[in-house]
DNA sequence: TTATAATTTCAAAATATATTGAAAGTTTTG
DNA sequence: CAAAACTTTCAATATATTTTGAAATTATAA
C-alpha cells in the first residue's frame, strides 16, 4: 500500500465509522484530514481533498470547532482562515466523551430519575421501577467511565486502569 | 406524572436516544416496550402499542434477537409467539459492548494496525504515523473497556472499576 | 468609502434510512 | 391433504438527513 493510498484508506474507514456514531461522513472526514495534516489547511484545500461543497465544508468545519476538534489558525499576509486539529488524541477523546456526555448521558440520567420516583404499587409499575433502578445503575456506569476519561489529566491514571483490567 | 405518562416518556426517551447512536427508533422502542412489561407480548400487542406495521415489527423483533436483547417465548395452547426482553439490565449492557466491540472496534484495530506498518520516512508520512499509533491507543482504550464489560461476569470485577473511578 | 475576498446561511435537491402493506412463505390444525 | 393462523420478505413509499450552490453577510484592502 503507498502512502497515498493509506490516506485514503483512513479518511474512508474514520467517515464510515463516524456514521455509525450519528457524526456525519463529512465531519468525520474532515476531522481526518485536518488530523493527518502537518500543515494547517484552507478551506479551499479541503473542499478539493474531499471534493465537498463550500458550505458543507463551512458548517463542518464550524461543528468540528464547536466540538473542540480543530482550531482557526491564522497565517500572518493571509486573508484566508486555516484550521488545524487539536493533536492530542487522548484530548480528541476527552473532548468527545465529554461532549457525548453532555449531550447523550446527562439527559437520561435525569429522566431516569424522574422515572424512578413514580410509586411502585402494581406488578405493571413494580416492574417498571426495577427496570429504572436497572438502566440508572447501568447508564451510571457508562457515566462514570466517560467521566474517567475527561478528568484523565495524567497518564498514570490511565495506565492504572489498563492494569485493572488486562 | 401518571404511570401511563411515565411509561410513554420512557419509550419515548429510549426511542429518541437510541437514533443517536445509529440505532432505529422503532427497535428502541420496541425493546423498551419489552423491558418494561411484565407479561409476554405478542406481534400484534408490540404493533398496537407503538402504532407500527406488521413488517417493521417483525424485522425489528428479528433484530432484537439477533442481538440477544429479547427471547421468543412459546405460550401452551398458543400459535402466536410471545417476546420476552432480557431483564437483567448488566447482561443487557454485556450485549451490547460485544456486539458493538464487534461491529465497531474490531474492523478499526485490524485498519489500524495495517496502517501503522506505512514506512514514516516523509514529514507528511511521519505525521501520518504518529497520529495512527495515537488512535491506536485510543481504540485499544475503548475495546480494554468493552472488554472489562463483556468479562465482568461477577459483581466485584465491577465494583472495583467503580472504585477506582470514584 | 468602495471594491474585493472570504465566509456563512439556507432553501432546494440529492441521498440515505426507515416504514408500510400486500404477497409469499411457513407452520399448525382439523 | 387443505384451510387457517401466523410470520417473513421486499418493492414501493415515506421520512429524515446531508449536501449543494448561489445569495447574503462579513471582513479586509485599496
Known amino acids: 500500500m503507498t502512502f497515498e493510498e493509506a490516506k485514503d484508506r483512513f479518511i474512508h474507514t474514520w467517515g464510515t465509522l463516524a456514521t455509525q456514531w450519528g457524526i456525519n461522513r463529512?465531519?468525520?472526514?474532515?476531522?481526518?484530514?485536518?488530523?493527518?495534516?502537518p500543515e494547517p489547511m484552507s478551506t479551499e484545500?479541503?473542499?478539493?481533498?474531499?471534493?465537498?461543497?463550500?458550505?458543507?465544508?463551512s458548517m463542518n468545519l464550524r461543528d468540528l470547532m464547536d466540538w473542540g476538534l480543530i482550531y482557526k489558525q491564522l497565517k500572518?499576509?493571509?486573508?484566508?482562515?486555516?484550521?488545524?486539529?487539536?493533536k492530542d488524541i487522548w484530548k480528541v477523546?476527552?473532548?468527545?466523551?465529554?461532549?457525548r456526555r453532555r449531550r447523550e448521558i446527562t439527559p437520561v440520567v435525569?429522566?431516569?430519575?424522574?422515572?424512578?420516583?413514580?410509586?411502585?404499587?402494581t406488578p405493571e409499575s413494580q416492574e417498571f421501577h426495577r427496570v429504572m433502578e436497572g438502566l440508572s445503575n447501568v447508564v451510571g456506569f457508562a457515566d462514570n467511565t466517560l467521566n474517567a476519561v475527561i478528568e484523565a489529566e495524567e497518564n498514570w491514571l490511565m495506565s492504572q486502569f489498563l492494569k485493572v483490567f488486562r
Chains 1, 2 share one sequence.
Do not use: T
Open 76 to 86: 500572518v499576509g493571509e486573508r484566508r482562515e486555516f484550521f488545524i486539529a487539536e
Open 110 to 121: 435525569d429522566v431516569l430519575n424522574e422515572l424512578k420516583a413514580i410509586p411502585a404499587d
Open 93 to 99: 477523546a476527552r473532548q468527545v466523551a465529554k461532549e
Open 26 to 37: 463529512s465531519m468525520a472526514q474532515l476531522h481526518a484530514v485536518l488530523l493527518i495534516s
Open 45 to 57: 484545500d479541503v473542499m478539493e481533498q474531499l471534493q465537498i461543497s463550500r458550505g458543507n465544508a
